[in-house]
């Protein structure tokens, strides 16, 4: 049974799920009718962080140019230029026993391509969600829809997974930052 969670509530995963180890990260939208005339294209992005709060190498970042990192700790499962259909538009595959002690949390991200060049942004997005499903099973286990509240953001923290103590948790975030996926970057501590 699936747990819906609302933005900042938090919930065990691996001591709630004893034996879950790989995870799938489902994330889907929708785009409002507007009259911009370009296409949207969202693009989902995993950044692996240490203790303070920072990634610290290209290596702690998957995104649709950068797959997979860590020997497949993080495999992001390829661009869905459209986001067209029903269900996960990408997926982001995690294997907790593969996260590297020294990265403590997992940030979530969805960023719109060329937002600022194609005047787009969130506010024209809606049913937003990502959902947690375990890959043993494909039981989905917890999700988050993240609302109707944006509007001039380009890019979303949906999600966080932090480690605490030997378990892994998860936050459902919903933060949103105007500049895109530059802006996502920098506040990640890379260049």
Partial sequence: MSIDLSKGQRIDLT?????LTKIIVGLGWDTNRYSGGG????DASAFLLHENGKAKSEADFVFYNNLTTYDGAVVHTG?????????DDEQILIDFSKIPTAISR???????????QRSQNFGQVSNA???VVNEA????ILRFDLGEEF???????FCEFYRHGGD?????VGSGFAGGLAALVANYGLS
Avoid at 15 to 19: E, R
């Fill in 129 to 131: 969600f990502v959902r």
């Fill in 151 to 157: 509007s001039v953001e380009t890019a979303v923290v």
């Fill in 106 to 116: 997992i940030g979530i991200t969805v960023t719109i391509h060329d937002a600022h």
């Fill in 39 to 42: 296409e949207f294209d969202l």
């Fill in 137 to 140: 099973n494909n039981n989905e």
């Fill in 79 to 87: 661009d869905n230029r459209t986001g067209e259909g029903d269900g």
């Fill in 168 to 172: 892994w948790k998860f936050q459902a």
């Fill in 15 to 19: 001591k709630t799920n004893p034996g």
